[in-house]
């Protein structure tokens, strides 16, 4: 199957930093996800992209499809302590089925204040 | 969007029993999904579940170990069979919603098997 490589794994940063992490794929994607898990809970979506070069904000949260349709990477500006928690990102070859769809291992984002 | 509503919420059982997972849509939706996530990892596919046909297992998954039920578009088991320490994971309900593709997830179900 395809392989997504999520990084980084983890992050310590300070409440108010800005936080940046990617996935990369051997594989082209039709479609990147990028969801956050807080404990207990299930993923959460935070922003869907459908086109090679899409920049899509939702709130401080900015994720871009890259142009090689290969990667994507997500972005957090002045990171508050609710930001803490697993970020995904899942990729998707063709349309329709979550048969199709592939997550990364996730990065832990750990802010202290 | 979706809500999705899952049950129980967590549970801790006996090795080699039963549990049934209950996944409950506000909305009909064709495909639904059950992922398992094993401690500090990501999300992985169980099945999908279609209404009026049997699920479809990914690799890894049999239905003797993790039968599911598909009675209607807006609901669905999971059932872990003769569970063991190793089933311990969070099992999550999923569908995918509207033309453009989002899969929406429920809250899932933390399980402990002792």
């Known amino acids: 199957g395809q392989q997504l490589n999520q990084s980084p794994q983890s992050m310590f940063i300070q409440e108010g930093e800005d936080v940046s992490m990617n996935c990369t794929s051997s594989s082209i994607f039709n479609t990147w996800l990028w969801y956050k898990q807080d404990p207990g809970e299930g993923p959460v979506l935070l922003i869907a992209l459908y086109k090679a070069g899409e920049l899509t904000s939702n709130g401080r949260l900015t994720a871009q499809f890259g142009i090689t349709r290969k990667d994507s990477f997500l972005n957090i500006s002045a990171s508050i302590p609710s930001d803490v928690g697993i970020y995904f990102c899942a990729g998707r070859i063709s349309g329709g089925g979550a048969d199709g769809l592939t997550f990364g291992k996730g990065t832990h984002l750990i802010i202290q204040p | 969007s979706a809500v999705i509503s899952q049950k129980p919420s967590r549970d801790i059982c006996q090795r080699g029993t039963s549990l049934t997972i209950q996944c409950q849509v506000d909305?009909?939706?064709?495909?639904m999904f059950w992922y398992r996530q094993q401690p500090g990892q990501s999300l992985t596919l169980i099945a999908t579940?279609?209404?009026?046909?049997?699920?479809?297992?990914e690799s890894g998954f049999v239905i003797d170990k993790f039968p599911i039920s598909r009675p209607n578009l807006t609901f669905s088991t999971l059932t872990v069979s003769n569970m063991s320490p190793e089933d311990s994971s969070i099992y999550l309900c999923s569908v995918e919603t509207g033309f453009y593709e989002k899969l929406l997830f429920g809250s899932g179900t933390q399980l402990s098997v002792l």
């Open positions: 579940a279609n209404q009026g046909s049997e699920a479809t297992y």
């Open positions: 909305s009909q939706v064709t495909m």
